[in-house]
């Protein structure tokens, strides 16, 4: 795998620098600089609001709903 140029390393901000396997696939587009996944809820509130068109007056509902954090 390391001979192949397989490994690849990114800085995560609770666990420091972390080596991991790339994906075997490539494409004419090159390689992706690697990043690590999002924390749990990280990403909830451009989903919903993005993606899913949620207004803050939503999110803030569900929010004090206690269903997201």
Do not use: I, K
Request: charged content about 15%; overall charge negative; proline content about 4%.
């Amino acid at each position: 795998v390391a001979a192949l140029g397989l490994v690849v390393e990114y800085q995560h901000p609770d666990f420091g620098a972390v080596r991991q396997v790339a994906g075997p696939v490539h494409t004419s587009q090159g390689t992706r600089v690697p990043v690590r996944a999002s924390a749990l809820g990280e990403d909830t509130v451009s989903v919903l609001q993005d993606l899913v068109g949620m207004t803050t007056t939503e999110l803030d509902e569900l929010v004090a709903e206690g269903v997201v954090a």
